[in-house]
């Protein structure tokens, strides 16, 4: 199991934390991430892309389409589609002990959020909904300019996933047991604490060099999962962008 999906919010979320403006920037970098699974690899490295597009109040950024709408200089909300939303567990990733588990896949959300800009100082809201469940939560995080091309971003999150997601991901039925699995989960509703800071550098010829790095700490009806190794998911990532 490979889960990309937080390093791609992680970094989807430093343009959430600015003004948006009609443009477009593409990167490239790579990510390392520790996950919450009984992996065979317990750290994954991977190349990702880093898209982000603004016009009109329409965006991409990330993994997630959507819209936002300005009330004022300070209140904005919006809708989004979120994909590749949750974990993604494969059988064959997964210890030898562990190989009963039945593969997990991702999902696409819709959602809305609701937030504040403040100067630098931003919050939002946001509830959203899929096929294997729901989760509702919401950010805050403050954009420091240490230097004329240098930035830090720092954030925190919070984050609560339904019963029906927290059960499809982490909860294990009677098909599954064998090996280390030895009894049946079904957890309630669950929730994550998170922090990361993103820093950014911008050239004068539209590059730019940004990194990454992030944290979650999940609730004890993930930690209590048979097939979670550990509460914490962790990653590290570093690119380079240019925008035009």
């Keep these: 199991m490979k889960k990309y999906l937080f390093a791609l919010c992680a ?4 343009a959430c934390a600015q ?3 009609n443009g477009a920037s593409i990167g490239v970098g790579a990510a390392v991430q520790k996950g919450v699974f009984y992996t065979k690899d317990r750290l994954s ?10 016009y009109e109040g329409f965006y991409v950024r990330g993994l997630e389409v959507g819209y936002e709408h300005n009330f004022s200089e300070n209140l904005f909300a919006g809708a989004y589609a979120r994909f590749f939303d949750g974990w993604r567990v494969k059988s064959s990733k997964l210890k030898p002990q562990y190989r009963s588990v039945r593969d997990r896949e ?12 403040f100067g630098g100082f931003q919050t939002f809201v946001y509830a959203q909904g899929g096929g294997r469940g ?18 830090l971003v720092p954030a ?3 984050d609560v996933f339904s019963r029906k997601l ?3 991901y982490f909860g294990t039925d009677v098909s599954e047991l064998g090996g280390a699995v030895t009894s049946v989960y079904n957890p309630g509703s669950s929730y994550a604490l998170g922090a990361r800071a993103t820093a950014t550098y911008e050239f004068n010829n539209g590059f730019g060099l940004s990194a990454t790095a992030g944290a979650r700490r999940f609730s004890d009806e993930v930690a209590r999962s048979p097939i979670v ?13 240019y925008k035009f």
């Design 11 to 14: 970094l989807g979320a430093l």
């Design 19 to 21: 003004e948006a403006k």
């Design 45 to 54: 490295a991977v190349p990702l892309p880093q898209i982000e597009a603004y």
């Design 106 to 117: 991702h999902q696409t959300a819709l959602g809305g959020k609701f937030g504040a800009n």
């Design 134 to 151: 729901g989760s509702y939560g919401a950010e805050a995080s403050y954009s420091l300019p240490v230097a004329q091309r240098f930035s």
């Design 156 to 158: 925190v999150t919070y």
């Design 166 to 168: 927290s059960d499809y």
């Design 229 to 241: 190794r550990s509460r914490y998911e962790s990653v590290i990532y570093t690119g380079v962008s």
